[in-house]
């Protein structure tokens, strides 16, 4: 431990971000890193506790608590503080395959469970891993190291989401030869096209995607795998000795309400694929996406991606935004059922709603609300939404709360974009078909427990289409995991990381 008193004699200091009115006009990201004094005093926070929570990853009350992927939180914070960041990138890069994509968007569940969040303000671990990521690059720690043996044996990767891409890297460190197979013009998944650049900027996934290359993962982009489709699930099976399925949740759930055929209604993944896409191939220059610039944008769903569309909304142009939540507002600050180190169940008021609030002067949000009808106008395009208010109601037969209409709470309000960003389902089912696989209740791929095998032998999956939709540092344990289970499948043991 480097300085046992730096959690009374630092405060907490994050890395200042750009104003909401200036960072709107850019999709770059908009926070600036401190100096690398003020860094090495933010790891001398961390208390090197007897027992790190941090790196626990493991669920209290049925919700996880700590880093899933158990990353020694409070060994490089103290490599941080000490200033040796080539031992912090080394302790890092055990447990972690890529922490320049963690350090920009995990919502950080090592620092909600930082003992010092118990009785003050959590350390810096996310912006400490950030730090220690890009000194890494700096330093020249991650020129390319591919492995010095191959073992002969022949993986097939589909997909190149946070999955595919941490199963690729773990199983071609340990020597196999990895081809990743993408849909998509681009390698990255959910890193490329389901995040907005001004939170995971393109150049970093491409920066890594091209360290892979080099270190000898072929990628191979715009080929679909299905029955039907580019590649077929045999050819893969004959070709390769394992075969990894990582296509993610692509099953998004829909608004089934009157004048859903209206047009101006998309998906999230949608609206924010076709932003990305026109940034990198025109930066925004040419009018080949949908566009929010000038018009009454309505957001349902109050997560995440709802929230990215706000913000990316926000950076179009729009003329208002409203965001749609089914629940109620959660409170400020963590209720007595809620107690430290369970994930706190607190309002967090993210980029996008900052940036409307300050455009607009209020809250995009509005809770305890969805859509009862889209209203067309004579062309068929959504000119406006009904909305109806919701409330807790008891079933007298189950003892269930259910959410239900409250009568007379009808409201009309203008849109001409919606965006529906109300989570997914599960993976597309072309997918678990062409293989024949079996699958859950709600559609993922079923898997032995604990292990990553399917039904069908050789065939592995991970990711969102096993555990459903979920967070990118899931999708890299899962990755880890999965490689540990197909390098046992393929050599008869593994000594790789699980």
Request: glycine share 10%; hydrophobic share 35%; net charge negative.
């Given at each position: 431990m480097g300085?046992a008193?730096?959690?009374?004699?630092y405060?907490?200091?994050?890395?200042?971000?750009?104003e909401?009115?200036?960072?709107?006009?850019t999709y770059r990201?908009?926070?600036?890193?401190?100096s690398?004094?003020?860094?090495q005093k933010?790891?001398g926070r961390?208390?090197?506790?007897g027992?790190?929570f941090?790196?626990?990853?493991k669920?209290?009350?049925g919700?996880v608590a700590?880093?899933?992927l158990?990353?020694l939180?409070?060994?490089?914070?103290?490599?941080?503080?000490k200033?040796?960041?080539?031992?912090?990138y080394k302790l890092?890069?055990?447990?972690?395959?890529?922490p320049e994509?963690t350090?920009?968007?995990c919502p950080a569940l090592?620092e909600?469970a930082?003992t010092n969040?118990?009785?003050?303000d959590?350390?810096?671990?996310?912006?400490?891993?950030?730090?220690i990521?890009?000194?890494?690059?700096?330093?020249?720690l991650?020129d390319p190291?591919?492995?010095?043996k191959?073992?002969?044996k022949r993986?097939a990767v589909?997909?190149?989401?946070?999955s595919?891409?941490s199963?690729?890297?773990?199983?071609?460190k340990?020597?196999?030869?990895?081809?990743?197979y993408e849909k998509?013009?681009?390698?990255?998944g959910?890193?490329?096209?389901g995040i907005?650049?001004m939170?995971?900027?393109k150049?970093?996934?491409l920066?890594?995607?091209d360290l892979?290359?080099a270190e000898g993962?072929?990628?191979?982009c715009g080929?679909?795998?299905g029955?039907?489709c580019?590649?077929?699930p045999?050819y893969?099976?004959?070709?390769?000795?394992?075969v990894?399925l990582?296509?993610?949740t692509?099953n998004?759930r829909?608004?089934n309400?009157?004048g859903?055929?209206?047009?101006?209604?998309?998906?999230?993944v949608?609206?924010?694929?076709?932003?990305?896409k026109?940034l990198?191939?025109?930066?925004?220059?040419?009018?080949d996406?949908?566009s929010?610039?000038?018009k009454?944008v309505v957001v349902?769903?109050?997560?995440?991606?709802?929230?990215d569309?706000?913000?990316?909304s926000?950076r179009h142009g729009?003329?208002?935004?409203?965001?749609?939540?089914?629940m109620?507002?959660p409170?400020?600050?963590?209720a007595?059922?809620?107690?430290w180190p369970e994930w706190?169940?607190v309002?967090?008021?993210?980029?996008?709603q900052?940036?409307a609030?300050a455009?607009?002067?209020k809250?995009?949000?509005?809770y305890?609300?969805?859509?009862?009808k889209f209203?067309?106008?004579?062309n068929g395009n959504v000119?406006?939404?009904?909305t109806?208010?919701?409330?807790?109601v008891k079933?007298?037969?189950?003892g269930?709360?259910n959410?239900v209409?409250v009568e007379?709470?009808?409201e009309?309000?203008?849109?001409d974009?919606?965006?529906?960003?109300?989570?997914?389902?599960g993976?597309s089912?072309?997918?678990?078909?062409a293989?024949g696989l079996e699958?859950?209740?709600?559609?993922?791929?079923?898997?032995?427990?604990n292990h990553?095998d399917?039904?069908?032998k050789?065939?592995f999956?991970a990711?969102?289409?096993?555990?459903?939709?979920?967070?990118?540092?899931?999708?890299?344990?899962?990755?880890?995991d999965?490689?540990y289970?197909v390098?046992e499948?393929?050599?008869?043991y593994?000594n790789?990381?699980k």
């Amino acid at each position: 431990m480097g300085k046992a008193t730096g959690f009374l004699d630092y405060s907490r200091q994050d890395n200042p971000g750009e104003e909401p009115l200036e960072r709107i006009k850019t999709y770059r990201e908009f926070h600036t890193p401190l100096s690398d004094e003020e860094r090495q005093k933010q790891g001398g926070r961390c208390m090197n506790c007897g027992v790190p929570f941090c790196q626990y990853g493991k669920p209290i009350l049925g919700m996880v608590a700590g880093c899933p992927l158990n990353n020694l939180c409070p060994d490089w914070n103290d490599m941080v503080y000490k200033g040796y960041w080539d031992e912090a990138y080394k302790l890092l890069s055990l447990t972690n395959p890529f922490p320049e994509f963690t350090s920009r968007v995990c919502p950080a569940l090592c620092e909600k469970a930082c003992t010092n969040g118990l009785d003050g303000d959590a350390v810096t671990c996310k912006e400490n891993e950030y730090a220690i990521i890009e000194k890494a690059f700096e330093n020249g720690l991650l020129d390319p190291k591919p492995p010095k043996k191959r073992t002969g044996k022949r993986v097939a990767v589909v997909g190149s989401g946070p999955s595919g891409l941490s199963t690729a890297y773990w199983l071609n460190k340990r020597g196999h030869s990895v081809t990743v197979y993408e849909k998509e013009d681009r390698p990255g998944g959910l890193l490329m096209y389901g995040i907005p650049n001004m939170k995971l900027e393109k150049k970093t996934v491409l920066r890594r995607i091209d360290l892979m290359k080099a270190e000898g993962i072929e990628f191979i982009c715009g080929v679909d795998v299905g029955a039907e489709c580019d590649i077929s699930p045999r050819y893969l099976q004959e070709h390769y000795d394992a075969v990894v399925l990582c296509c993610g949740t692509g099953n998004a759930r829909d608004i089934n309400a009157e004048g859903r055929d209206a047009k101006g209604i998309y998906f999230a993944v949608d609206f924010l694929k076709s932003t990305t896409k026109a940034l990198l191939n025109s930066n925004m220059t040419e009018a080949d996406y949908i566009s929010a610039k000038y018009k009454n944008v309505v957001v349902i769903g109050g997560g995440d991606t709802g929230n990215d569309c706000v913000g990316t909304s926000m950076r179009h142009g729009c003329k208002s935004v409203v965001q749609l939540e089914m629940m109620p507002a959660p409170p400020v600050t963590r209720a007595e059922n809620n107690p430290w180190p369970e994930w706190p169940k607190v309002l967090k008021t993210d980029y996008g709603q900052e940036e409307a609030i300050a455009v607009f002067g209020k809250d995009p949000r509005v809770y305890c609300t969805t859509v009862k009808k889209f209203i067309k106008d004579d062309n068929g395009n959504v000119k406006a939404v009904e909305t109806t208010k919701l409330q807790f109601v008891k079933d007298p037969n189950t003892g269930r709360m259910n959410m239900v209409p409250v009568e007379g709470s009808e409201e009309i309000i203008p849109a001409d974009l919606v965006l529906i960003a109300a989570g997914f389902l599960g993976p597309s089912k072309y997918i678990s078909d062409a293989f024949g696989l079996e699958t859950t209740p709600r559609t993922n791929v079923l898997v032995t427990p604990n292990h990553h095998d399917t039904s069908v032998k050789g065939v592995f999956a991970a990711g969102d289409m096993v555990r459903g939709q979920s967070l990118v540092v899931w999708g890299l344990r899962e990755g880890r995991d999965c490689a540990y289970d197909v390098d046992e499948y393929l050599m008869g043991y593994s000594n790789l990381r699980k």
